[in-house]
């Protein structure tokens, strides 16, 4: 009895580490994580060469990490650990007002978004003449919802970087200036009383509201009509218990889940990397964790969407679009059917054309590049606009 009270804890933990070890040799190996929205390691396959380079060792090691028995229970248990302990960061994840989320993001890759400044620059000077050109680069939520972000968070001033980058763009180009579009975007969901409307409280992306005012804004500038969002009203549905990105790498055990919108906006086809597809959405994925990546079926190479909904519709005249994008170019796409024609959207990271092949076989009244902030500053495959 003296040495087990002497040595308790030791004891404590041998029959701990002894009865996990055995547990995990009963439990099958998981493939993805709903709760981490992402695919888990699975066992490396042992060889003796990779063992004396040592590159078996941390494979197993992030294995085991991924496939630790009861491993959602023990992410539930930190949360709700640091929570008490009155911590308002995780893994990179912020805790704000009103159940907001935020990015902890205190520094750009600078060498990556100089490159990226120089390859869009390098992409409009080739094709300047061609179409009407916009450049635009989507501020976070933390740049936007300041309001609701904690006191002292030094993250990256992203309105001055933001007109840094606009200020090196070619003369020729249209700079549009997403700012004014998204603060006008809360202030009129403030004074309707809607609730959280631009951006998600749980994920990084733009909500469809958010996206809508972005649409709403890209087409004034353009001098174009633009569909009314009272309009879409019986088009409307809505997903509910959503939970994102950021909840995805904080696992906020008291995270107030967001609400997905949707409109089942009319088309003719859409067509995505030469497939058919029977709509907007891939809407398999409504009842799933990742429900954003059912807006246009994710992120795909080449996407042609066309439709009978333009409402600048000139009879003889087939108008086109050009979207190149991230994610948040998702839920703003379908929007554009409502002021073009036809609409092509362009995912770089997903694109197996060469962009000048593809720009050769196409002509486009309006050309809009559009990325997020902090994916812009980090990408690596904007190098292919040149190629």
Not at 225 to 248: C, I, M, N, R, T
Request: proline content about 3%; overall charge negative; glycine content about 4%.
């Amino acid at each position: 009895m003296q040495a087990f009270k002497k040595y308790s804890l030791l004891l404590l933990f041998s029959v701990l580490l002894l009865a996990t070890s055995v547990a995990d040799m009963f439990v099958n190996s998981r493939q993805f994580s709903e709760m981490e929205n992402r695919y888990l390691t699975q066992r490396p396959q042992f060889s003796l060469s990779q063992l004396f380079r040592n590159e078996y060792t941390p494979k197993y090691e992030a294995y085991i990490n991924d496939q630790f028995v009861a491993r959602d229970s023990w992410i539930t248990l930190k949360s709700v650990s640091e929570s008490a302990l009155g911590k308002i960061e995780n893994n990179g994840i912020v805790y704000g007002s009103n159940h907001h989320m935020f990015e902890d993001y205190r520094s750009t890759d600078e060498r990556r978004l100089e490159q990226n400044i120089n390859f869009i620059n390098a992409y409009f000077e080739k094709y300047l003449g061609q179409s009407n050109f916009t450049a635009a680069i989507i501020p976070s939520s933390y740049a936007i919802l300041d309001s609701l972000v904690p006191q002292g968070l030094q993250n990256v001033d992203q309105n001055k970087r933001i007109q840094e980058i606009n200020s090196r763009v070619p003369s020729g180009v249209t700079v549009w200036d997403l700012f004014p579009a998204m603060k006008g975007a809360v202030q009129k969901a403030d004074a309707e009383g809607i609730q959280d409307p631009v951006y998600y409280r749980t994920d990084h992306h733009w909500t469809t509201f958010g996206a809508y005012n972005a649409y709403q804004s890209f087409a004034q500038a353009r001098g174009l009509k633009a569909v009314d969002w009272d309009s879409l009203g019986p088009l409307e549905h809505q997903v509910p218990d959503f939970y994102g990105s950021y909840y995805s790498k904080c696992k906020l055990y008291s995270a107030v889940p967001d609400t997905i919108t949707y409109f089942d906006i009319p088309f003719q086809s859409i067509v995505i990397d030469g497939e058919e597809k029977p709509g907007l959405y891939d809407s398999s994925l409504w009842d799933k964790r990742d429900k954003h990546a059912a807006f246009l079926w994710g992120n795909n190479g080449v996407t042609v969407i066309k439709s009978q909904n333009n409402l600048n519709a000139q009879k003889g005249k087939t108008t086109r679009i050009l979207l190149i994008k991230d994610s948040y170019g998702n839920s703003f796409a379908p929007f554009l059917t409502y002021s073009y024609d036809e609409v092509y959207v362009v995912d770089l990271r997903s694109m197996t054309e060469k962009m000048s092949d593809f720009m050769a076989a196409h002509s486009f009244d309006d050309v809009l590049l559009m990325y997020s902030f902090m994916n812009f500053a980090s990408d690596t495959n904007i190098s292919l606009l040149t190629e």
